[in-house]
């Protein structure tokens, strides 16, 4: 389901509920705003192995489904962690699909009509192992991050970085953070139009927020001080 919220700036007005899809079982799902057209974009993924995307229009709380995409498959039934994000300088959009998987496919929308590119390479190992991740996408030097957590590597938080051309995906080497367990989710934040850099965050296993403040040539991460 999706739903949409107004920020009154000490509060949130939600509006209902609206089913995205029906007719199959919803295993991991992300939405990113797209600031050209005005709209939200939602990413799913089945069980019956296949990943689709859906226009969301909406006016103040109300949420209306526009046109859907073709469905694309994935070659997997376990994909429940997604993650999303918009390149305002090439007006596309991200997706992310993690553990089970660790592929990657863009999203572009003209009109009513809304395209999903093909899988990229793999991001996350052989071992398709990328848990509780996020993602952005730095506008200002065209370079997106991946954070997660490495289930196969002792849990322990990764960074990712990837560039894009057109549909075609280049990524950079997994970069481990910290060699302690993160306890959940790896958060991302970057704020280079402002000169703030990108900051990760974690909590360990003892309940501790970590943070780290990578630094970056190219597409390798140096991640200096935790």
Same mark, same amino acid.
Not at 45 to 64: F, L
Not at 135 to 141: A, K, L, S
Not at 192 to 220: H, M, Q
């Given at each position: 389901?999706?739903?949409?919220?107004? !920020?009154?700036?000490?509060?949130?007005?939600?509006?209902?509920?609206?089913?995205?899809?029906?007719?199959?079982?919803?295993?991991?799902?992300?939405?990113?705003? !797209?600031? &050209?057209? &005005?709209?939200?974009?939602?990413?799913?993924?089945?069980?019956?192995?296949?990943?689709?995307?859906?226009?969301?229009?909406?006016?103040?709380?109300?949420?209306?489904?526009?046109?859907?995409?073709?469905?694309?498959?994935?070659?997997?039934?376990?994909?429940?962690?997604?993650?999303?994000?918009? !390149?305002?300088?090439?007006?596309?959009?991200?997706?992310?699909?993690?553990?089970?998987?660790?592929?990657?496919?863009?999203?572009?929308?003209?009109?009513?009509?809304?395209?999903?590119?093909?899988?990229?390479?793999?991001?996350?190992?052989?071992?398709?192992?990328?848990?509780?991740? $996020?993602?952005?996408? &730095?506008?200002?030097?065209?370079?997106?991050?991946?954070?997660?957590? $490495?289930?196969?590597?002792? &849990?322990? +938080?990764?960074?990712?970085?990837?560039?894009?051309?057109?549909?075609?995906?280049?990524?950079?080497?997994?970069?481990?953070?910290?060699?302690?367990?993160?306890?959940?989710?790896?958060?991302?934040?970057?704020?280079?139009? !402002?000169?703030?850099?990108?900051?990760?965050?974690?909590?360990?296993?003892?309940?501790?927020?970590?943070?780290?403040?990578?630094?970056?040539?190219?597409?390798? +991460?140096?991640?200096?001080?935790?």
């Amino acid at each position: 389901d999706v739903v949409i919220g107004v !920020d009154n700036g000490t509060s949130i007005t939600w509006g209902s509920e609206v089913t995205i899809g029906s007719g199959f079982v919803a295993q991991g799902a992300t939405v990113y705003y !797209d600031p &050209d057209n &005005d709209k939200f974009i939602a990413s799913y993924t089945a069980t019956n192995n296949t990943v689709s995307s859906r226009i969301v229009s909406y006016s103040g709380t109300t949420a209306t489904l526009s046109t859907e995409s073709s469905t694309m498959s994935i070659d997997n039934t376990n994909v429940g962690v997604m993650a999303s994000a918009y !390149d305002t300088t090439n007006n596309i959009g991200y997706v992310a699909m993690g553990k089970g998987l660790g592929r990657m496919f863009t999203v572009t929308v003209s009109g009513t009509t809304i395209t999903q590119g093909s899988k990229s390479s793999q991001f996350s190992g052989s071992s398709n192992s990328a848990q509780f991740f $996020n993602m952005v996408y &730095d506008n200002t030097n065209n370079i997106g991050y991946i954070t997660y957590r $490495n289930e196969a590597i002792s &849990d322990y +938080p990764y960074l990712q970085t990837y560039t894009v051309s057109g549909n075609t995906f280049t990524f950079g080497t997994e970069t481990v953070i910290e060699t302690s367990a993160s306890n959940n989710s790896v958060g991302v934040a970057e704020g280079s139009a !402002d000169g703030k850099g990108v900051c990760v965050a974690w909590k360990n296993t003892s309940e501790i927020i970590r943070y780290a403040t990578p630094t970056f040539n190219g597409l390798t +991460p140096t991640i200096g001080n935790v």
